[in-house]
């Protein structure tokens, strides 16, 4: 269970990642 919530966790990291990372470009 514990290593679920931390996969989640570690998924939800990788699209804000990604959205901020588009995001930067985007601004630039």
Known sequence: ???????NTFDALIVVGSIV?????ELN
């Open 1 to 7: 269970h514990y290593f679920c919530d931390a996969w």
């Open 21 to 25: 990372d588009i995001a930067i470009t």
